[in-house]
């Protein structure tokens, strides 16, 4: 275990902002952000950023590929270029385990080669929680909030911040700040780990659990009466989707530039109603049908095909964001009692 004093953070993060590019969670218009730093930059106290880090490898919007047209030629410009190397600092531990679902999806084959470099020059550091909120239930799926996952691991106490490389790329990171660090036992991340587990035990959530979901109940779930009410009050306004840190779903679009096409991609929502618009007709008609695909993604299709993995990592803000107060756990735990 190595351990910096917290009045020396400024230093590390100068240090590692000198090598690579780092983001940190600053408060920005009333809500943390992760943010490029610059010398000074103070980090959020708050518990989690706004939107999640999922943002670094998959953008809102992203160029994927140019024409650009002169006569009857048509020259065809990738813009894709070799990603610098960078590290989010202070992603929570759902956030952290967001990226293994995103993982399973974007680099799967065929590989999408702009995540793919995204993700092999990002470096991940995450930041163990101390106060989880009432909406929190990572440990619903197994995540560890006390001691996340990351490419380094850190834990913020009253003094210091301690820190323990995971991976290659975290011992590459570290080694590139090592004159700044110094060896540490572990007694006060112990300490801090006990703490937190003695709160994330009282979280109004910590007995939820999907253990009814999966593939087995595949067309009992979707046949279930239940979706009806539960959709009733949707808006389809896709802020579930958007916040949430393992949603990836996207439109390609062409933009006219006047001598040419740019052709990207962007965030798409499930709950909108022209998510499945295809040439021959609408296969999802109503709110409901979009409601329910999205969180029998979740909760049923999405461990079906990857080893019982849930699409959910437990964040909890499309708990204190949706308009209507629904979430996924009001409607796993309103289709439960029916599997
Ligand atoms: S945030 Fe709430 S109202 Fe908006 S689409 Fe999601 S479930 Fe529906
Ligand atoms: S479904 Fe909700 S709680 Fe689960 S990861 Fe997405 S935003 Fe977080």
Redesign the pocket.
Known sequence: MLKISLGKLTDLFDAIAEKEALYIPADKAGVAQFTRYENGLKMSDALNTNRSAKDFFFPQIENLVDFKVNGKNIEIIDPRTEQEDFVVFGVRG?DAR?FSVLDKVFLANPVDSYYANRREHGTIVSMACTRPAE?C?CGSFGIDASDPEGDVTCWKTEDALYLRANTEKGEALIEKVKPLLEESDDAAVEAQKAATKEILGKLPLRSFTTEKFGGDVMMQAFNSDKWNSLSESCLGCGT?TF?????QCYDIRDFNTGNGIQRFRCWDSCMYSDFTQMAGGQPRLTQKERFRQRFMH?LVYFPANNNGEY?????????S?CPISM???KVAKTLEGEL
């Not at 916040?243 to 949603?247: A, D, G, I, K, L």
């Open positions: 759902c967001s909406t239930f579930c916040v949430c840190p393992t949603c979740k699409g959910c990592v437990g964040c909890g803000r499309c708990l964001k979430n996924i756990v």
